[in-house]
């Protein structure tokens, strides 16, 4: 089964910090740039952050630039999430999803998401 699976969601206060993992089953993630999207109850999907294939490009959204980092380990199996400072509004189901460039177009693989809820 070709699947992207994430990891790592749970209950943190605000000012907390959690860190989600993105790890695929069935195929090699080394290749593919991996995002990150989260979407909230009753708002649409948005873009957090992506990394390309080889790790050297990242980017964010502005509402979690210096807070979240991106990252890929050394053997390029999983990609991560540090989410520090967390908000409220940063509550939402935290997917991954693969795909040729970190552009939204002609994502390939899709996980089933992990909650991330920050509330006191």
């Known amino acids: 089964q070709l699947q992207l699976v994430e990891s790592g969601g749970g209950l943190v206060q605000p000012g907390g910090s959690l860190r989600l993992s993105c790890a695929a089953s069935?195929?090699?993630?080394?290749?593919?740039?991996v995002h990150w999207f989260r979407q909230a109850p009753g708002k649409e999907r948005e873009g957090v952050s992506c990394?390309?294939?080889?790790?050297?490009?990242?980017n964010y959204a502005d509402s979690v630039k210096g807070r979240f980092t991106i990252s890929r380990d050394n053997a390029n199996k999983t990609v991560t999430l540090q989410m520090n400072s967390l908000k409220p509004e940063d509550t939402a189901v935290y997917s991954c999803?693969?795909?040729?460039?970190?552009?939204?177009?002609?994502?390939?693989?899709w996980g089933q998401g992990t909650q991330v809820t920050v509330s006191s």
């Open positions: 999803a693969a795909g040729p460039y970190c552009v939204t177009q002609g994502l390939k693989y």
């Open positions: 069935g195929f090699a993630l080394d290749y593919y740039a």
């Open positions: 990394i390309t294939s080889s790790g050297g490009f990242t």
